[in-house]
């Protein structure tokens, strides 16, 4: 009994973290509104991120593991390179949504759990079986439509699943808890955003404190809508199981790409929706592959 409550109190957290996420379109569509660039918006999003990050790492007292990795070269130099993978993907997205390609971001979601046993295959040798093999031909259809029948390269989309996805893979060498990756990554990206906003600031078109109260308010809110969904996140992975958690990953990508449909009103002709079909198809094929092999490996344990 105490089990199946944890569980459902996992899926809730879960819920509330890809929730969130698939609503940062109408969060960052706001913010482009009001004429910010997407670069600027996103020097701001690492300034207040690392301002939250700081303050969940004093909260939770992981200060210790902090100064631990700052003392392993090898493993700071993993992270470096993620936080720049990491980096180029918060600030793609930001920009995909200022010029209106939402359902072309979502598309990137959608591809990265692809994208990222295609490069884990590549760069350190893990196997994939079959199944997951077509799902990766099929997306890589999916994106040759779009790019020769539809004549739309998906630059966007393939930046965002290939950051992420590069993003996972150095992660996977620098294993690290939650809040203080999370700091980590930030402070990493901390110099570089706090250089451009003071090089905005130099040429006159540094406009925070211009903004309508609201506004800034709603910048400095960046900082807390990317820090709190970790929580859940970390909440959520300690309840469910892993195939679980990747199966309503998918919730993320699916409001984004509804969004983009419905509230933004985005183009989506017949040309694009043959390549997105091909992509869903792709990431069923695989979701139902890591579940039965999850469940083969589960049963041969119990045996």
Avoid at 90 to 95: H, M
Avoid at 104 to 112: I, K, N, Q, V
Avoid at 155 to 179: C, D, E, M, N, T
């Amino acid at each position: 009994m105490a089990q199946r409550r944890e569980t459902r109190l996992g899926v809730a957290y879960a819920l509330i973290c890809y929730c969130t996420w698939g609503l940062f379109p109408i969060y960052w569509s706001l913010l482009s509104n009001q004429g910010l660039s997407a670069a600027q918006l996103m020097g701001h999003r690492v300034l207040w991120a690392s301002v939250v990050a700081m303050l969940l790492l004093f909260i939770s007292r992981q200060q210790k593991v902090l100064l631990e990795v700052l003392q392993q070269p090898k493993m700071m130099a993993f992270i470096f390179l993620a936080s720049m993978a990491l980096g180029l993907n918060w600030l793609s997205y930001i920009y995909a949504v200022s010029i209106n390609h939402v359902i072309e971001a979502s598309l990137g979601y959608f591809m990265s759990p692809l994208m990222s046993i295609a490069l884990a295959r590549v760069f350190i040798g893990e196997r994939i079986n079959r199944a997951q093999s077509f799902a990766v031909v099929l997306a890589l259809a999916g994106v040759l439509w779009l790019a020769v029948l539809a004549g739309h390269i998906p630059w966007i989309a393939l930046i965002i699943s290939g950051s992420w996805s590069l993003y996972s893979l150095l992660r996977k060498q620098a294993v690290l808890p939650i809040i203080p990756g999370f700091a980590i990554e930030t402070l990493f990206l901390l110099p570089f955003a706090v250089g451009y906003l003071i090089y905005l600031h130099s040429l006159g078109e540094y406009r925070f404190f211009e903004l309508p109260t609201h506004i800034i308010l709603l910048i400095i809110g960046t900082g807390v809508i990317t820090g709190y969904p970790l929580l859940f996140f970390a909440a959520a992975a300690k309840r469910i199981r892993l195939n679980t958690l990747g199966i309503l990953l998918y919730i993320n990508p699916s409001m984004q790409f509804l969004i983009g449909l419905l509230v933004f009103k985005e183009p989506f002709d017949s040309m694009r929706f043959v390549a997105y079909v091909l992509v869903w198809l792709a990431v069923i094929i695989f979701t139902t592959s890591s579940y039965q092999s999850y469940k083969k490996a589960t049963a041969a344990v119990s045996h």
